[in-house]
């Protein structure tokens, strides 16, 4: 494991962290942060998220790193870890900050996690790597995710959650927040509703961001992709697995095992083939993991 060791008063210290309230003095970084990441979007929200909560994030971080933008998020359970793997599967760049040190990756299953966004951005903290991730951490963590970003957009969270003291630190520092409603009647989206309540940017898709961020983190001039009006150029678009996945799969749906049973392919790359899928919205994921044409 390469750690780089940056100090506040190095060139590679990202200038955006240099203006927030009590910036870390140093950073210990796996991978790489490129002069590109300064156009960057954090989203985050509950860990305990809904497959809509989920579907959401993965989506909505697919589209942004379509159009080169950066992901951030905190690496946890839940929205965090769906909007690392949207930016991942649209072949993005993302960046997680951890509230531990490099050796006490948590959550521990986010391992592989953890070693694809290192090769694929970086993954940030301001602890030293024998630091375990103490409950004290993860809000001084959420300051330097939205120190990162150009823009904090909570997706899911109840109103005790630390996405939205995420949200908190992107106000003081003069940010701006989004919000994604959520189900009136799920204490999960209590909180994003009330964010929108006090004023925060009701998010419908990439593009609100895009219209709204468009004078400080100049992308594309073409909007982000509609992928429901726009299948025929998704279908152009596939990978080697994701067309022959494509072609097993109909209208009705089929469980991961029969998939794996037709196709010689490791399961790793089925979920990868299968992810990439869902998010040009060709299939749709099922309860029990089962998978159906849209």
Do not use: C, W
Not at 44 to 55: F, I, P
Not at 156 to 164: D, I, N, V
Not at 186 to 212: M, P, Q
Request: zero cysteines.
């Amino acid at each position: 494991m390469q750690i780089n060791r940056i100090s506040i008063s190095d060139n590679e210290y990202p200038a955006g962290l240099r203006n927030i309230f009590i910036p870390p003095e140093e950073l210990f970084v796996n991978g790489e942060i490129l002069p590109r990441d300064d156009n960057a979007i954090a989203i985050v929200g509950t860990r305990r998220a809904t497959r809509y909560g989920l579907e959401e994030a993965k989506k909505l971080s697919y589209d942004l790193a379509l159009k080169g933008i950066t992901i951030v998020s905190g690496m946890a359970s839940g929205i965090d870890t769906a909007a690392h793997k949207g930016a991942l599967a649209a072949g993005g760049r993302t960046i997680a900050v951890l509230g531990s040190g490099h050796d006490y990756i948590y959550p521990l299953e986010n391992k592989k996690l953890y070693d694809e966004i290192t090769r694929n951005g970086a993954v940030v903290t301001e602890h030293p790597g024998n630091t375990r991730p103490f409950p004290q951490n993860f809000p001084r963590r959420n300051r330097i995710i939205s120190g990162l970003s150009k823009g904090v957009v909570v997706v899911e969270a109840p109103q005790k959650s630390g996405a939205l003291i995420t949200a908190n630190f992107a106000l003081e520092q003069g940010k701006e927040v989004f919000a994604m409603p959520g189900n009136i009647n799920s204490t999960r989206s209590d909180g994003t509703n009330a964010l929108i309540k006090e004023g925060a940017k009701l998010l419908a898709s990439a593009n609100d961001i895009l219209e709204e961020l468009k004078y400080v983190m100049p992308v594309s001039a073409e909007p982000a992709p509609d992928r429901n009006h726009d299948k025929e150029l998704s279908l152009k678009n596939l990978s080697s697995d994701e067309k022959t996945i494509f072609g097993i799969l109909d209208y009705k749906p089929k469980s991961r095992d029969e998939i794996l049973e037709t196709i010689d392919l490791p399961v790793q790359e089925l979920s990868k083939a299968l992810l990439g899928l869902e998010l040009k919205k060709l299939i749709k994921a099922l309860p029990g993991e089962n998978f159906t044409k849209v």
